[in-house]
């Protein structure tokens, strides 16, 4: 009886701790061919062995370039994938032992924009989603509506979701991933393809949901403008594992601002640009004029070396400044390659 | 708990009600199509027998009439595939559409967003049997005798046990599959050609008579036909077969399922 309650103590205990989110040598490994018994299948590492802890209450970001195991990561925490190795747990539940628990408290909004039941409203889309997520019945009605209104959609209700822009559609996922209340919210890449606007107001939403509701928030993202304002803390991740994780003031300072270089240029082929010996990557690109904007880490004596270089394989350079370290800097710092390439 | 389950999973039959209707040609094709194809294979086995009586059907199954023999299997059999479709398209259609995620993020029991799916087509095959049955019975003179059918219900639902079973199992395969649609098309043409719907299973050759035998639709085809036209009296070892095959079904589905499950959140399959 004593051992009972003392087993229901370190569990209340560990529900209650300020962790949100643990995640300790996390793995994951995905087989290149289907598993069939007499059939050798060769295994892919998709996340190596993280280890990280998101505060209950902050907005924590994990920053990678495509296909560094960001979405992997989420989806093993939102219990849809079974770790191959390592732990996790959520408000301090495992999340191999207890799935069901956990999806009770937390939501998602996961990448891409058919997600939602196109051929329903908004109203019936939520309505569905308030069901499964065993929202009381008597609670129903109103949080649809405080929702939809909280989205401006709440006009639209009655719409069909096809007829929905890009914007409101993950203006809607943000609604439905908040319809159970959720203590802790997983966003993949929640800007992704959205206009300047919708971005805007996803971001700032985001960010009254932690400030003002005390939810906890953990976001995938490759723009690293977004990491940069938004995250109390980021992770940066690449090839399956985190490289660098502190707050963005942090992160920056890994980078002296005397190394970082921006340079302009015209005539660049990107193939030539791969064998490059320097820290460097392409930032930015105008198809009208073909200018693009470069960033670069190299001290005062490399400087030279690397514009005759540019020089040498018949790149026209226009200007080279010294700038503020971003993150992508960071980037370029820890990986000698660009979040893009 | 349980009361929420239930609003789950009549969240899950109304969505997806929803959807089919939002489809309405779908639902004036479906109804056509099941039509036709019943009523050529009507007009096919009549040309083949000469008349709608036959001694040989008799000898059979114990029914003369071909129409209310073929009616009556092809109204279990649309009833069991229902069980089938229910399971197996509830996962593509939200596959290809991108929603399973969604739905499987969520707290409620797969096995609900399953039976919310088969409620509707249950409820759809309630739906087309309303339009089939006055059809034949105006098209072909075809006897349906209410009451001598609603007899038959607790054989049926004893079967619908194995047609669960047999729905899960093929569920669970489903998620297994990278492109599961042409497992699904060859799954629901044996499962016709198996049923005994439209022929007795005795006229198939021998191997195929124990595989449409050993699955649960043929079964309960022959143990409802013989409770309608005979009784349960006479019909003790059709009915005592077809609980063991049910029992069978339900663990091997349940099994297969869960193993599928794990087995799609281990290696990441679909929109795991």
Known sequence: ?341 | MAATELRALWGVAVKSWRIFLSYKLWFISDIALGFFFVGQALLIGIGLTGERNSEALQELTGYSDYVTFAVLGFMVLGFGLTFLSGFVWSVVDELYAGTLEYSFAAPMRRITFFLGNVLTRILLSFVYMAFYVPAFVLLFGLSFDPVAFSRAIPVLLLGTVGMIGMGMAAAGIVLYLRDPGPFISILEMLVFALSGAMYPVSILPRGLQYLARTLPYAPTTEAVRKVVAYGYGASTNEITYLLLVSLAYGLLGYLTYKWSEKQARVVGLKAY
């Open chain 1, 1 to 341: 009886m004593k051992a009972m309650f003392l087993f229901a103590g370190v569990k209340w205990v560990r529900g209650c701790g300020m962790w949100a989110v643990e995640a300790e040598d996390l793995r994951k490994s995905y087989p290149k061919k289907i598993p069939l018994p007499f059939r050798r299948v060769e295994w892919v590492e998709a996340v190596r062995g993280i280890s990280f802890r998101v505060r209950r209450g902050e907005l924590f970001g994990l920053l990678g370039p495509n296909g560094a195991g960001k979405t992997t990561t989420i989806k093993m925490l939102t219990t849809l994938l079974e770790p191959s190795g390592g732990t996790a747990r959520i408000l301090g539940l495992d999340v191999r032992r207890n799935a069901r628990e956990i999806r009770r408290r937390i939501n998602l909004v996961a990448e891409g924009e058919r997600t939602l039941y196109w051929r329903l409203s908004a109203y019936e889309n939520l309505k569905y989603f308030a069901r499964i997520y065993y929202v009381p019945k008597d609670e129903e009605r109103e949080r649809i509506e405080r929702l939809l209104k909280l989205v401006g959609l709440w006009e639209r209700r009655n719409d069909l979701v096809m007829n929905f822009s890009r914007g409101m559609k993950q203006r809607l996922a943000i609604a439905k991933a908040l319809i159970n209340d959720p203590e802790v919210l997983f966003l993949d890449e929640p800007t992704l393809g959205l206009d300047v606007q919708s971005a805007i107001f996803v971001r700032e939403f985001i960010r009254r949901l932690v400030d003002e509701d005390g939810k906890t928030v953990l976001l995938t993202t490759h723009y690293m403008a977004e990491a940069e304002r938004l995250c109390d803390r980021i992770a940066i991740i690449d090839h399956g594992k985190i490289i660098a994780l502190d707050t963005p003031k942090g992160l920056k300072k890994l980078v002296r601002e005397e190394e970082t270089i921006e340079i302009r240029a015209k005539n660049i082929e990107p193939e030539k640009m791969s064998s490059s010996p320097f820290k460097m990557a392409v930032i930015e690109r105008n198809p009208e004029t073909g200018v693009l904007r470069l960033r670069a880490q190299v001290d005062e004596e490399e400087l030279p070396k690397l514009v005759e270089w540019l020089v040498r394989r018949g790149v026209k350079v226009l200007s080279v400044e010294r700038r503020e370290p971003t993150l992508e800097d960071v980037f370029i710092k820890l990986t000698g390659r660009g979040l893009r390439d």
